[in-house]
């Protein structure tokens, strides 16, 4: 209403100029003066916030950065603002907005982190005033998300509006209480994030024949279940769906979605991760592995590591999977191979040095931090993993350009810094999964698939053909339909549907809840939790 000053914050990637356009656009049409200041002029030149970000950097690393531990706060001198007239408001807008003095109401303009990945070099921008940078993906990842994360966890409380901006044309909104009283509702019984598919080099096909998901695209690869840094929630109708981003709803209700247990141990940072890796009718994955916990957490500023493991949802005749080391593996030879393959351009046999395990469908193998690791073509993974997903340190790949036409990084020094250089032979055969039942009944069982002492998640499978009851016990669970049509899963006085490959999120707080077969003569789940 005239008379106040409205600060507009939210996440860099949003369309600030077409989102100002607008506001002034209908401030004309309610005949209301309207004076909009950009905070982005109040941050730093470029060359100062590189500067106050410099941690962040990782010398003479074009692929990687360490995660930026400040906010937002430390980074804007936010501006001084005139007072509004009697008959206009003051609006700020852009990242920050709300850390200005005197404002009366704070929104907050979100879209969830994969649309701003999806826009870079197309109109996303990062923090600050960069007219004349080209938006960086390690910008983004490593300082931003980040940066902005911890900026709007502080927020929340405080939120008199929330507005989707992933179509900044037709802006999708609802009030700080109806949001808020949203988040705590979806926080106590089973809900989905929203998928993420990309298409990707390997050039998988399943997903694409199977599945149904977008017949006209290349291929594709790789689909995000739930990946919490870029995930989100549709709540409302199909004609009328706002987006909260998952970081947003666990700054809300963490312990009632992971539970007080997990929160101790992580923050609000969700733990767990559920993604598809397709072959399907295309190439191998690129054989790598993940960094070890304390080169995880001196080096990318994680306070965990990337640990995973491979469900094999389907696999073909003669497919594999890259697994370990070999027992005779010469490591000094290996390290000269790779480095022949980067400055040379010289292809090598990764299989001698890497070993192989045959792919059997429903077969879960564990990849450790420290593990080089990969799939064959011809397999459906269902990977089963830690958070952390952008540090996956390539031995090789093939020579391989992405899809842009641009050589993909290998990164050795990473890799050989991290490689297990013992886990071969006998402790590969360890990383197989060995189902044990741990209980059972009429037309039920459940099987514990593994569980290790150095990897912080574990891995369960329930078969049944009419129903199963678990209990989250204050540890929240993830579910992926890998066999059966259909299964509803009833909580309290709930029901979600839940399709053949698709994944849900059972909050802590649903407590006991029951999965009933809809179709086929058995269903069976996959469900990861963290460990107690």
Known sequence: ?????????????????????????????????????????????????????????????????????????????????????????????????????????????????????????????????????????????????????RHSALLVADLDRYIDLVDPDLPVHIDGDTFRASVRAVGKRPFRTVPHFTSQPWGGQWMKETLGVDPDARNVGLSYELIAPEAGVLIGTDDAAVEICLAMILAITADDVMGPGVVAEFGHSFPIRFDYLDTMAGGDLSVHCHPLSDYMKDVFGWPYTQHESYYLMETSPDSFVYLGLREDADIEAFRRATRQAELNMVPFDI????????????????????????????????????????YSLRFYDYLRNDLDGHLRPIHIDHAFANLVADRRGRAVDELVARPSVVRSGTNWQEELL??????????????????????????????????????????????????????????????QYRLVNQGGDQAMVVKARVRP
């Not at 077409?18 to 200041?37: C, K, Q, R, W």
């Not at 369960?460 to 049509?485: I, K, N, S, Y």
């Not at 259909?486 to 849900?504: F, K, V």
């Open 1 to 149: 209403r005239p008379g106040m000053t409205v600060a507009v914050d939210g996440a860099p990637a949003v369309d600030w100029a077409t989102f100002a356009h607008e506001l002034e656009h209908s401030a004309s049409l309610l005949a209301m003066s309207i004076e909009l200041v950009d905070i982005r002029d109040s941050f730093p030149s470029w060359e100062q916030m590189l500067q106050l970000t410099r941690d962040s950097t990782i010398e003479g690393d074009p692929n990687f950065g360490k995660l930026f531990g400040g906010t937002i706060g430390d980074l804007v001198t936010p501006p001084r603002i005139p007072s509004p007239s009697n008959d206009g408001i003051v609006v700020v807008f852009g990242p920050g907005a709300s850390l200005t003095p005197g404002v009366d109401r704070i929104w907050y303009a979100d879209l969830a982190k994969r649309h701003g990945l999806a826009r870079l070099g197309n109109g996303a921008s990062v923090l600050g005033r960069v007219d004349d940078q080209q938006p960086d993906f390690r910008r983004m990842v490593f300082v931003d998300w980040p940066a902005v994360d």
């Open 450 to 511: 593994a569980s290790r002492s150095d990897v912080f998640f574990e891995v369960w499978r329930a078969r049944f053909a009419d129903g199963f009851v678990d209990d989250t016990d204050g540890r929240f669970h993830v579910l992926t339909l890998v066999e059966g049509e259909s299964i509803d899963i009833q909580a309290g006085t709930t029901t979600h549907a839940l399709n053949y490959a698709e994944t849900i999120l059972i909050p802590a707080a649903t407590g």
């Open 351 to 390: 299989k001698e040095f890497v070993s192989t395990v045959p792919a059997q469908k429903h077969d879960l193998l564990l990849v450790p931090a420290g593990t080089p690791h990969g799939s064959s073509a011809g397999n459906v993974v269902l990977e089963v993993s830690a958070t952390p997903y952008h």
